[in-house]
């Protein structure tokens, strides 16, 4: 049932990990320092993005997640997180040792990103025009009427009501769902090879997110984009993506492609996931929720860092930390895993 | 939870130890954590040594030397420190600047207890009424207190000099009036956002009465933003007497105001400069404790009051 | 607009209440007006007819309304002491204040953002912390004090410039720079939170991902958000550098609208004293202002409505 699923879906989008990676992050860790002791919240992730693919980052909020997609750019809060190992690279090239200026022309032009809260990431005192002008300008020779143009363009598609009437409107005067849609605009303006989504719906009302993942999905199709989108709501991987990283605690506990990883969830927090998504088929049934939470990453467990709210842990579990192992399009870190029951 | 502790090994017993251990740490006693940052806190420290030695020396020095700060002994003029008898020497009358230093940071502690009183008393009294009753109390109380805090002090106290006369009265009074301002419309901001809280909504809820809450509820809530400012305003009441003192408005001869003895030793500069130095010193060490002990209580209570912070004013 | 418009009538009716607190506080004074204008000898009916003559016998509204009409006619009358007109003493006095307080209100900022600025971008570093040490003393200095200082040492002792006295670039240098220094402080102080809290903003980081350079994020982004905080301050930095104008003046002699409102008061020159309070008063109500229209205008969100 599994094979057929696979199948079905590479018939309309081949399979990912066949073509040239755009993106590879290996045993990537970030450290964090708060008052004068400083502790990993990311600890060795292994994530490919491939063109024209959509890999989803789950994971529940504090996992790491985020700082994974803020490392790609470069734009860690500094002086708080930093990263101490492991490799990025971009079409072969290693992000973490290229100098600052050619980070800087990458960004928007090669891999752009768009941060979830629309609120409070646009510069408040500029009108959205110019600072689209502004980063068009910065990355193409072009005047600024041509820069206008290829802004205005953006924004269409964006699906930005009234386009090109709204260039000289400020931030303020637009909606959440509306501003979110000037920074895809940002970010697709100069037709990047990679975007990077933080929670690109969360701020969002629901009748909106729908919208704007609709949006993303297109345009990454039409561009071939590859796609990381990051996110803690599995309804929305349901809906967009091709390929699933779940992340835990700063690693990545299982990765799969989307209906594998929906139908046959290998690891336990994945089943766990999946099991608490409320089904509205069944009226009344009972809400599951994990056990335990998420340890604190000053003290992190001796073993699998999930073992205090597995059921299944076994001492093993307890004494050493499982690898990621790969077998073919999936990969899992676990000792013991079991079949996925429902409930 | 249940199917987990039945099963529940020794592995997991023990990573359970070591967590609580841990948050227990984290979590500490909140009022130790506060000690153990005064302790820390470099700031704090060196100012409240600085104003245990000052206000020391104002409370208990005349104790020991006397408080005759009026006596006048016309042979000893202008005598630099360390001469015979004099420890800080005297000035043009011959008066003993050790004692005047004292009885000057009296009067100076005195007008900083008078202002920041009042202020505070008034202040908190007037910014949880306004920002808890809302409606016309709040617009009356806005618009007067917006209305006092965009002058400057120092205009306001020569403007109540000009009708009460010289003397420390307007000067407190003005002083006071500009500083309750200032902490009405900071309590007032606090309450503001206090209000919409849960556990206000939540007594409300219960039908506990609107004085109660202001008194049980809020009252402890505002305080430590209060005192921080509180802190910062005993600064600008101290700078304020001197000021005005200095230009004649504030304390009246004999009665010695470190303001009024540096604008006495002006004119003796070339003579015995320490007759403005002793009691500028004396000011700006003052000051300089209550402003550092002001940085640190901020840093230790209340790190967003920051920009309440920035704004304060003292002209 | 709307905003402009309502702060407008609001810095009127905010004259107008001032203008009759003033009158009320001076006029009401216990002491007595005829003291400082006659000789000691003067009799007591030689008094009362110099009460009636300035109307000093009629109820207190009327003769608010009556020194109100006086001046916006342009006659506020003569000083008690030296019978000078004080139309006269406003123009001569008003331009040396002008110059003295235009001075350091330009000090404050032209030398307080560049300095905060540095601090920001070189933060913790040494010149960070020397400029916030300095600028921590500098707020604890009381300005008399810091006027008697720089007296001592640059016109006593190294001779370089005068102690006092008006009107050359001299004799301004000192009174205005300490005139400025606090209010330089407290802008240092603030133009740095203001640009760090930038720095660390989403805005901040969305521009960064767009791949412009620091430099230009920092020049046209940063500091252009950081001037709203900085600005709506300016109104206080006014009133500020009014109030202080009071002690400076009468320090460093420079005849100004201060030196003439403190020595009024202290001879109960009660015309004066209340002119020039007046004076200064709605000098500070239209600085703030000034100051809130500048805000209205820096900040696109109070300019237009959605």
């Not at chain 1, 999905?217 to 990381?228: H, I, T, V, Y």
């Not at chain 2, 230009?247 to 003895?261: D, E, R």
Request: proline residues 5%.
């Amino acid at each position: 049932m599994n094979a057929t699923a696979v199948e079905s879906r590479s018939g309309e989008v081949p399979s990912g990990l066949d073509r040239s990676p755009l993106l590879e992050i290996e045993d990537l860790r970030i450290s964090i320092a708060s008052d004068g002791s400083s502790f990993e919240v990311v600890k060795g992730v292994a994530l490919t993005v491939c063109e024209n693919e959509i890999v989803c980052l789950v994971g529940e909020s504090g996992c790491g997640k985020s700082m994974t997609a803020l490392s790609v750019m470069g734009l860690l809060p500094r002086g708080i997180a930093k990263v101490t190992g492991g490799r990025i690279a971009f079409e072969g090239r290693s992000l973490l040792s290229l100098q600052k200026r050619e980070l800087r022309r990458l960004r928007a032009d090669s891999i752009s990103m768009i941060f979830q809260d629309p609120i409070t990431s646009l510069d408040p005192v500029f009108p959205i025009g110019s600072v689209l002008e502004e980063v068009i300008r910065s990355h193409r020779d072009v005047s600024r009427a041509e820069a206008r143009e290829i802004a205005v363009r953006a924004l269409m598609e964006a699906e930005l009501p009234d386009a090109a009437d709204r260039l000289d409107s400020y931030p303020h005067q637009l909606s959440g769902g509306m501003r979110q849609r000037v920074m895809i605009a940002l970010a697709i303006a100069l037709d990047p090879k990679l975007l990077i989504a933080d929670e690109p719906t969360t701020a969002l009302d629901v009748t909106v997110q729908a919208q704007i993942l609709e949006n993303l999905r297109a345009r990454q199709r039409e561009r071939e984009m590859g796609m990381l989108l990051i996110t803690h709501d599995l309804a929305v991987v349901a809906s967009v993506a091709d390929r699933v990283a779940v992340m835990y605690a700063g690693e990545i506990v299982e990765e799969a492609p989307v209906d594998e990883l929906f139908s046959d969830p290998q690891h336990p927090y994945t089943q766990g996931l999946i099991r608490s998504l409320p089904d509205i088929s069944v009226s009344k049934g009972s809400l599951h929720s994990i056990p335990g939470r998420v340890p604190p990453p000053q003290v992190p467990p001796p073993g699998c860092l999930f073992a205090p709210r597995c059921e299944h842990a076994l001492d093993l579990c307890w004494e050493a930390s499982p690898e990621l192992s790969r077998d073919g399009a999936k990969s899992l870190r676990c000792y013991n895993a079991q079949p996925f029951e429902i409930g | 939870m249940t199917e987990l502790d039945a099963t529940r090994s020794s592995h997991a017993q023990a990573w359970d130890e070591r967590v609580a251990a841990y948050e227990n740490e984290a979590r500490a006693n909140p009022w130790r954590k506060k000690l153990r940052e005064f302790n820390r806190n470099k700031l704090l420290f060196t100012g409240s040594v600085l104003g245990i030695l000052i206000v020391g020396l104002g409370l208990i020095g005349p104790l020991i030397i006397g408080s005759d700060y009026a006596g006048q002994s016309l042979r000893n003029t202008h005598l630099p420190p360390l001469s015979e008898g004099y420890l800080l020497g005297t000035d043009q009358y011959g008066r003993d600047l050790l004692v005047r230093l004292c009885i000057g940071i009296r009067v100076s502690l005195f007008v900083a207890a008078a202002v920041t009183s009042m202020a505070l008393v008034v202040g908190m009294a007037l910014g949880m009424c306004g920002g808890f009753l809302g409606g016309a109390v709040d617009r009356a109380v806005r618009s007067v207190t917006d209305f006092i805090w965009g002058f400057p002090l120092i205009l306001v106290a020569v403007l109540l000099a000009g009708g009460l006369g010289q003397g420390l009265f307007p000067v407190i009074l003005a002083v006071g009036i500009v500083n309750v301002a200032a902490i009405t419309r900071v309590v007032r901001g606090e309450v503001v956002v206090l209000r919409a809280r849960e556990f206000v909504e939540a007594a409300r809820a219960c039908g506990i009465s609107r004085f109660r809450i202001m008194w049980r509820h809020l009252l402890p809530n505002v305080m430590a933003p209060a005192l921080v400012l509180a802190s910062y305003y005993v600064a600008v009441a101290i700078i304020a007497e001197a000021g005005l003192s200095f230009i004649g408005l504030g304390a009246q001869p004999p009665l010695p105001s470190l303001g009024k003895m540096v604008a006495d030793g002006r004119g003796f500069l070339r003579i015995n400069h320490w007759e403005s130095t002793v009691p500028g010193i004396g000011i700006a060490g003052l000051v300089l404790s209550v402003s550092l002990i002001g940085d640190g209580l901020r840093d230790v209570f209340d790190p967003q009051l920051r920009h309440e912070a920035k704004g304060v004013e003292k002209g | 607009m709307k905003r402009t418009a309502s702060r407008l009538a609001y810095t009127v009716i905010v004259l107008f209440v001032s203008s009759i607190a003033v009158f009320y506080a001076i006029r009401l004074s216990g002491g007595d007006a005829t003291a400082a204008a006659l000789p000691g000898s003067a009799t007591e009916e030689f008094r009362e007819e110099f009460r009636d003559r300035l109307g000093l016998n009629e109820p207190i509204y009327q003769q608010y309304f009556t020194y109100m009409g006086r001046i916006l006619s342009g006659d506020p009358g003569n000083s008690l002491t030296n019978n000078k007109a004080l139309t006269d003493m406003l123009t001569e006095h008003g331009r040396n204040s002008l110059i003295l307080g235009g001075t350091a209100f330009g000090l404050v900022f032209l030398v307080g953002i560049p300095l905060g600025i540095l601090a920001s971008l070189r933060r913790n570093s040494w010149a960070d912390q020397g400029i916030m040490s300095l600028s921590t003393v500098a707020m604890a200095v009381p300005n008399f004090w810091l006027a008697l200082l720089a007296v001592w040492l640059f016109a006593s002792t190294l001779g370089w410039l005068p102690s006092a006295g008006c009107c050359g670039t001299k004799q301004l240098i000192l009174p205005a720079v300490v005139l400025a220094f606090e209010g330089i402080a407290l802008t240092v102080r603030m133009t740095r939170s203001a640009m760090i809290e930038s720095q660390n903003s989403d805005y901040v980081r969305t521009l960064r991902a767009g791949g412009l350079s620091e430099w230009r994020i920092t020049c046209k982004h940063v500091l252009r958000n950081a001037l709203i905080p900085i600005i709506s301050l300016a109104g206080l930095r006014i009133g500020q550098i009014v109030g202080y104008a009071l002690i400076v003046e009468t320090i460093f002699g420079w005849p100004g609208l201060g030196q003439v409102l403190v020595n009024a008061v202290l001879r109960r020159d009660y015309p004066v004293a209340q002119f020039f309070s007046l004076v200064l008063v709605a000098l500070v109500v239209l600085g703030n202002w000034l100051a809130d229209t500048g805000y209205t205008i820096a900040n696109p969100r109070l300019r237009k409505s959605t």
